[in-house]
């Protein structure tokens, strides 16, 4: 039967990220373009191609525009780890983004909204509706509490409860983290549908980096199991 997505792009910041789906894959192929690694191959029965971007919005813009040029996947799914903002989610939860936002741009001393991303003038960009639907079924099938809504990217990992609330109440957010809206901003300008996932590792607070210590691992080993569900029941 044929599929709406004939290849479909992985990205994770961190090993720890990709690395249990990296080794169901099948017919493995790597190449390393621009200190990025690209492993494109099989899993769960669909042509992926899969990467580690590397932590922070350049890294993540950096890697998907390379794989739009050089493996033109036909959508890009981004997943990982965040702080919990809101949407009552706790460590283990999932948060589904049905739009991002990058919460540290900031041209309001010039007159524009914060979050303003110049150019395509836009605070806020969408993720594709059909795969947001998965990926919260993916999380359901798993028994995970899960929101969805708004998940806001920037430069600096959140751990301060004062930070945590601001960005919340400026953007309604429900989860914080370093890559989604690079991701989905570059999906955004090359017309590609996309999606991103996140399970909560941390609080968000002051308590952030013990929590994200002790529970990385098994937040991003969730998020894994929730895009293998996706691919399994994508068209």
């Known amino acids: 039967m044929p599929t709406k997505y004939k290849t479909i792009g992985i990205i994770g910041a961190m090993g720890v990220e990709v690395q249990l789906l990296r080794s169901m894959m099948t017919e493995p192929q790597s190449e390393t373009v621009s200190g990025v690694e690209y492993i494109t191959g099989r899993l769960a ?5 899969l990467a580690k971007c590397g932590v922070g919005k350049v890294f993540a813009a950096l890697c998907t ?3 739009f040029l050089r493996y033109h996947p036909d959508c890009v799914i981004n997943l990982g780890v965040a702080g919990a903002l809101g949407g009552g989610l706790r460590i283990g939860d999932a948060a589904v983004a049905d739009q991002v936002v990058q919460h540290d741009m900031d041209t309001s001393a010039v007159g ?3 979050g303003l991303i110049s150019g395509i003038n836009k605070i806020f960009l969408p993720c594709t509706p059909a795969i ?4 919260r079924s993916g999380a359901e099938a798993l028994g995970l509490n899960c929101a969805v809504g708004t998940i806001a990217s920037g430069d600096r990992f959140v751990c301060q409860a004062k930070d945590r609330q601001s960005i919340a109440r400026q953007f309604g957010a429900i989860a914080c983290e370093m890559e989604a809206a690079a991701v989905v901003h570059v999906c955004y300008v090359n017309q590609t549908d996309c999606g991103a996932i996140r399970v909560i590792s941390d609080s ?5 980096t013990e929590d994200y210590a002790t529970f990385v691992r098994h937040a991003a080993d969730r998020a894994a ?10 068209d």
């Open 45 to 49: 029965g669909r042509d992926v191609v």
């Open 65 to 67: 525009q390379t794989m």
């Open 112 to 114: 524009d909204p914060v």
């Open 132 to 135: 947001a639907d998965l990926l």
């Open 204 to 208: 968000g607070d002051e308590d952030a």
């Open 225 to 234: 199991r929730i895009l293998l569900y996706v691919l399994e029941h994508i």
